[in-house]
């Protein structure tokens, strides 16, 4: 006959059910909104890291590398990506559980420990980047677990109990660290308290020390998999050279990205501007009466003595951690992309807020409970209010985080690599082109005839000597790109390198950097989509075959601004819709470039013109500069002569665009004269179109053009 449970037996396995439950129902809404297809940013690197057993971007997230190649392994589904892109949301889903934990440890089991777990799982930042292959969601999860050991520790009874908790929880740190660095933020908090506790507890020896401490390199271990990669070199992508140990440290420590810093750039985003956008964030995605528990929950749990520490350990973190990360995020916020880059950093501690405003209203039920009695209907209550914020924030939320159907990052990538002629020679640059096109090429075996070339990494000295050979047929004619250093023989210009290699359809995706302009004295850029073809300068370009060999070189049928500004969806579809145009512009440039009138330049006006008009007929819904092109291809053709196109259409078609841009534009720099512009074309078309006897007099009166 089964024993009759204990009471502490009973309220541990309410803890561990109501964690659960959370859990299942986090993953009943997360597993439907998974992305199946390579989503923008560093998903596409990541995920190819993964599928080649290479080494990621600085710091080179190891334990996420490692996890994702188990997840393609064991998860196979319609894609690598589909594959991690669902490990990420089951890792979200897992970080959810943890913090619902948290509070049931501390604060009880109730309302309180499902909106801690609810309102992070829901609100926009984890939600969205717990769909799409990201490290970020396991980060996530390793601040969960830190905070569940954390209030184990401070509730255990007994020093073996600590001692289990210690340990499991120097583990956690280190493991945390192998995925990202802004945990140490956290750790650096955590550790002295620990060890304060224990000191307290007359338990903190040599023995402890050395035990916590080498569960806390033991974190570290996942760490031996970058130089065991960089030696073995099979990976036919990879970052870096951690074969020594200088480059193992270049690369732990972010040397390349600048340390705890985005980006090597510097801000001129204040301290003070940087706070007020995440309080803002704070206000607008958890909500108001979320951030008013999370203070009231540090206010009532202050006066328990049992209690206080950890609360306080938590307002510590978040406060530091907002502080520093405020002062290091050296990327400016009032661009949209960038905001994107940076908000993902807040979910850290936000995770913070939502175990505090947990705990508040935890503490909140319970002090009513104590002082007005009627237990049952303070819990109903916070039962309700839970569930409304849940069911608010799940409904705002839900639209923008179900990513089931975008595969628009992917068709972007597919659209562009299936383009190119055969064994040609791609050289990427940026995130959107590099790593979605490396995705496809390496992953799913698309167009193997390819050979993909980072702009960027060729600028670093281990990238031909590393990627060198899994490139064949690419010929590097020295060790490194630098263009300041390429009569030295070790460094290379991009002339030289063009010249090497110019036996093969060499393109430029998207663009090129601006340091180097050497290719400029032998080669020519032509419009080929979102890329350029390298041309050898003395190729004559054929301007209609150009334009007949490029028209719809794109399946392309996304709206045009259909898409949240920031967003990789949205970078992507943009690039579609100029890519439309670039043939048009690029003839109405050559045109402009023409020193000498002739029948030459206007007939580039007269082709540029044709295009233009061609594809603002075709897509009604186009972006604005469309019309101001348009407008100035018009007044370009009538100042050449015309080419058999009425005087007063090209005017009527210039004069209709130029206002149709300022409308859509107004605060474009130049609109002053833009509008000055339309006032002269309208009082030519009116001279156009006076009576033939009222011009010639004006002309003998001397008033004529």
Known sequence: MASTPTPQQRVSREKWLLSGATVAGVAALYLPCVQRSVPGGDSGELITAACELGVAHPPGYPVFTLLSRLAIGLLPLSSPAHSVNLLTALLGVVASGALCFTVCRLGGTGPGAVLAGGVFAVSRLPWQWSMAAEVFSLNNLFVGLLFSLAVCFHCADTPAQRSKYGCWGALCCGLGLCNQHTLVLFVVLIVPWVLLRLHAHQELSL???????????????????????????????????????????????????????LAKTESSVGLAQMLQAQLDHCVR??????????????????????????????????????????????LDISRPLFLAVVERFWMQSDAVLCVLAGLGLAALCSGLECRLGAGALWRGLGWAFTAVVLAHLA????????????????????????????????????????????????????????????????????????????????????????PVLAESGDAFSLKQFLSHNSQRPLFACIGLPEGDSSWELGFSRWPWGVCDQLVPSKTPFPPVEWAQRTRGLYNWTEPHDSFIPGSWEEVANEEMWQARMKVAFFLFDLAERQHSDGEGKARLYELSYTLYREIIETHRDHPPNWDKNLGLASERLLRAGGRGHSPESLLTQSITHFSRYLHREPGDPQAEAIRDAIAYLKAERKRQRAPPHLTERRVEAGGGI
Do not use: K
């Open 207 to 261: 023995r402890t020390l050395v035990l916590l401490g080498t569960c806390f390199l033991g974190g570290f271990l996942p760490y031996a998999y970058l130089p065991l990669s960089s030696f073995l070199n099979r990976a036919r992508w990879s970052w870096g050279d951690q074969t020594t140990l200088s480059g193992f440290l270049t690369h732990l420590l972010r040397a390349e990205y600048g340390t705890f810093s």
């Open 285 to 330: 995605d958890l909500s108001l009466p979320v951030l008013v528990l999370a203070g009231t929950g540090l206010v009532l749990v202050s006066g328990d003595r049992r209690r206080r520490s950890l609360p306080w350990l938590l307002a510590a973190m978040l406060c530091l951690y907002s502080l520093f990360f405020a002062w290091r995020a050296n």
């Open 395 to 482: 409904h705002s939320n839900y639209s923008l985080c179900d990513q089931s159907d975008n595969t628009v990052v992917q068709r972007f990538a597919h659209n562009v690599l299936s383009t190119f002629p055969n064994d040609s020679i791609v050289l990427t640059r940026g995130d959107l082109p590099g790593n979605t096109l490396r995705y496809l090429h390496y992953c799913q075996g698309l167009r193997p005839d390819l050979r993909l070339v980072d702009q960027e990494m060729m600028t670093y000295d281990w990238y031909v000597a590393r990627l060198g050979r899994h490139l064949p047929g690419v010929r590097f004619p020295g060790r490194w790109w630098d």
